[in-house]
């Protein structure tokens, strides 16, 4: 069975550090692209952070530049998410995503391509408060 | 930054009928969009993506549509399980996503 399942959130002080991992199993963790999600009580989806295949590239969303770090071990089918500095706004449930990509179609540009968050974990619940 | 609208914020739907729900960006999208599911206490679900392709064990009755700037999500025949909230999100600016801020589908 394809999985993900976080852990590591729990309550944090503003301004302290939490790392949250996620654990990949049923599919070859290290041929995909990885995300982290975030959901504030009673908000929307917010896209976090993600990460190459190799780990080599990483792209985050301004608000947590400098102060989060996404990374992953591929020999341990684990991502995890390093949170600094952290800030009240930052209490959410954090989901772990597998994104997939295929081809949609080919044209006199090239070829353009879908991507697709398919496979979520359950989250996990990160509290900033004092 | 592309900004993604919902419209409405809650629609009120009888079970067996039509839901339409419509997602609008700032900026043209191409078919770069897709859509989830999400049900209280639950991790989102994958409904859409490429706008109208519908992902793997996903019942007919979702069907989306549009490119450019207006998306739709349609049930065609609504059913209990289907009350939820579903957002739609761009991946037009791959890596950068950002999701609209949800139509929350209740049971009239």
């Known amino acids: 069975e394809v999985q993900l399942v976080e852990s590591g959130g729990g309550l944090v002080q503003p301004g302290g550090s939490l790392r949250v991992s996620c654990a990949a199993s049923?599919?070859?963790?290290?041929?995909?692209?990885m995300r982290w999600v975030r959901q504030a009580p009673g908000k929307g989806l917010e896209w976090v952070a993600n990460?190459?295949?190799?780990?080599?590239?990483?792209y985050y969303v301004d608000s947590v530049k400098g102060r989060f770090t996404i990374s992953r071990d591929n020999a341990k089918n684990s991502l995890y998410l390093q949170m600094n500095s952290l800030r009240a706004e930052d209490t959410a449930v954090y989901y772990c995503?597998?994104?997939?990509?295929?081809?949609?179609?080919?044209?006199?540009?090239?070829?353009?391509?879908?991507?697709?968050?398919?496979?979520w974990g359950q989250g996990t619940r990160v509290t900033v408060s004092s | 930054e592309i900004v993604m609208t919902q419209s409405p914020a809650t629609l009120s739907v009888s079970p067996g009928e039509r839901a339409t729900l419509s997602c609008r960006a700032s900026?043209?999208?191409?078919?770069?969009l897709a859509w989830y599911q999400q049900k209280p206490g639950q991790a989102p679900r994958l409904l859409i993506y490429?706008?109208?392709t519908r992902a793997t064990g996903i019942p007919a009755r979702f069907s989306g549509s549009g490119s450019g700037t207006d998306f739709t999500l349609t049930i065609s025949s609504l059913q209990s399980e289907d009350f939820a909230v579903y957002y739609c999100?761009?991946?037009?600016?791959?890596?950068?996503?950002?999701f609209g801020q949800g139509t929350k589908l209740e049971i009239k």
């Open positions: 900026q043209s999208i191409s078919s770069n």
């Open positions: 995503a597998r994104e997939v990509k295929g081809v949609t179609y080919y044209d006199s540009n090239g070829y353009h391509y879908y991507y697709a968050m398919d496979v």
């Open positions: 490429g706008a109208s």
């Open positions: 990460i190459r295949e190799d780990g080599r590239e990483k």
């Open positions: 999100q761009q991946y037009n600016n791959w890596p950068m996503y950002t």
């Open positions: 049923g599919f070859t963790f290290s041929s995909y692209w």
